[in-house]
């Protein structure tokens, strides 16, 4: 192994090729393999139909999110509630058969560790740092934020993963974002990806993979860190990365499939090796000042449409690039916004807290400290929040914050994707806005001509008090 100075990038793909070949690409081997309803059935059929099994079923956990109703699932004898919509009812038979047949670990949708594949990895300490981990779905990249090299992957690669443990894989550019300084009040992780993404643009992480770097990560929870991991698809990057520190390791201890005893010291002392060295270099690097950025959201239909709180709704002729004007016409159109409008003058009819990026036990505190002892405006028609798992639900029910949301007047949900993609029930009416804590805010995502702006948690929760979107730190109150 050379000794010349590496990315953490480069130390965790040099720790995974099995075999270097000569036009540059590797057979790397892939620790973690999550697997969910929608992207895997062909991938097990095809393994059926070449009679192959799975090479190593015990580093693969499978569990449904996309297409589970967020809606009760058991009935008051406990007994399952039969899925009504029959492609999902359909995908969930195959998942359920697929995993008997090739004996994976599951977490069935009545379990209580079932949630949404990005949230229940770290929080069973399946995803560790300096692990290889893909999975059917382009949100992967959220697993970076505990130091692991994560990525989506096709289904033809599910298949070859499932049945070999290992991906031929060509290696990606780096790019280091470096965020200066700290957040301001009222700002969050997700406000800084979002700035992040309206910075580098929805194609500036092409063929990268992202480390995240300053203070501001290393002063970060882990779930921010996931969160702003998690959305560096959006940016076009291949994954995100942050470097595991105390902070990771505290949060990965004791976890059911984390290492123990003396197994775990050693886990960690390898883990505090992975830092990029000193001198190392990356292809692109770019510097944000963190006291720069404010609450942010979505005024169009790509995430790199961002706009802060106290801003107004761009002119399509702000633009020079004549490609950006025309996208800027057709997204102000698709989302019935008018140039020059202030943010904070825009109504919204929905609230959705929820998603692989914010569904957290944080976020899902951070929200209802904004929610406590208030009630959701008038005009809010449906405001739903969703945990991401069938833990974090639980830890919000012991800590009362269910009860803060439905006095509010919002419903608490079953952990599933939900309405961040509606493939199940839970959609945005067609015209109407949503405040979402998801992360794209494409035509259709939550909806046929569904409106969606992307906030952080606290974010929606403010929108939700005053039914349009609103600067959360004029809801803040003084730490009692
Ligand atoms: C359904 C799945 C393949 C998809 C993805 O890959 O990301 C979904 O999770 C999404 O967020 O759009
Ligand atoms: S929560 Fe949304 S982004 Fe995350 S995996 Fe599910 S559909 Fe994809």
Not at 396 to 404: C, K, T, V
Not at 412 to 418: I, V, Y
Request: glycine share 10%.
């Amino acid at each position: 192994m050379s000794s010349r100075p590496r990315t953490l990038y480069e130390k965790i793909w040099d720790a995974h090729v099995v075999e270097r070949r000569d036009d540059g690409t590797c057979l790397i081997f892939i620790d973690r393999h999550l697997v969910h309803e929608v992207t895997s059935p062909q991938a097990f059929e095809a393994l059926r139909l070449a009679g192959r099994k799975v090479r190593r079923p015990e580093l693969t956990l499978a569990v449904p999110d996309h297409n589970v109703p967020t809606t009760a699932r058991v009935d008051d004898a406990g007994n399952p509630i039969p899925i009504v919509d029959p492609q999902s009812a359909q995908q969930l038979a195959a998942l359920e058969r697929n995993v008997a047949d090739f004996g994976i670990r599951y977490f069935g949708a009545i379990a209580r560790e079932q949630g949404i594949v990005h949230v229940i990895g770290p929080e069973q300490g399946f995803s560790l740092p300096g692990t290889t981990i893909v999975c059917g779905d382009s949100h992967t990249a959220c697993h970076g934020g505990i130091g692991a090299l994560a990525f989506g992957i096709g289904t033809s690669e599910v298949e070859h993963v499932l049945a070999t443990q290992t991906l031929l894989l060509s290696p990606s550019r780096t790019m280091e974002v470096r965020v200066e300084g700290s957040l301001g009040p009222g700002v969050t992780p997700k406000d800084l990806i979002l700035h992040i993404i309206g910075r580098i643009g929805t194609g500036g992480g092409t063929g990268h993979v992202i480390e995240y770097r300053g203070r501001v990560f290393e002063e970060m929870s882990v779930e921010g860190r996931l969160t702003v991991s998690n959305m560096s698809i959006e940016g076009g990057a291949r994954a995100g990365l942050i470097a595991p520190d105390d902070t990771t390791f505290a949060y990965l201890k004791d976890r059911p499939y984390a290492p123990k005893g003396a197994e775990w010291d050693q886990a960690v002392a390898y883990w505090r090796s992975l830092q990029t060295d000193e001198g190392a270099q990356f292809d692109a690097s770019i510097i944000i000042d963190a006291a720069e950025i404010e609450p942010t959201v979505t005024w169009g239909t790509s995430p790199e449409d961002i706009v802060a709180i106290g801003g107004r709704v761009p002119d399509p002729a702000d633009f020079a690039d004549p490609a950006k004007q025309e996208a800027a016409r057709k997204s102000l159109a698709y989302m019935g916004l008018t140039p020059g409008t202030q943010i904070r003058d825009i109504a919204v009819e929905n609230i959705f807290i929820g998603s692989c990026t914010n569904s957290r036990i944080e976020d899902l505190r951070a929200a209802a400290e904004i929610l406590r002892g208030r009630t959701i405006a008038d005009g809010i028609k449906w405001a739903i929040v969703v945990p991401g798992s069938g833990l974090v639900k639980m830890q919000a029910e012991a800590e009362g914050l269910d009860r803060i949301f439905i006095d509010a007047g919002m419903e608490w949900r079953e952990p599933g994707c939900s309405a961040c993609l509606g493939m199940n029930p839970d959609k945005v009416p067609a015209g109407e806005r949503c405040a979402s804590t998801s992360n794209r805010n494409f035509v259709g995502r939550q909806g046929p001509g569904a409106r969606t702006h992307l906030v952080s948690p606290v974010m929606a929760a403010a929108a939700a008090v005053t039914g349009r979107l609103t600067d959360v730190r004029e809801l803040q109150r003084e730490p009692a």
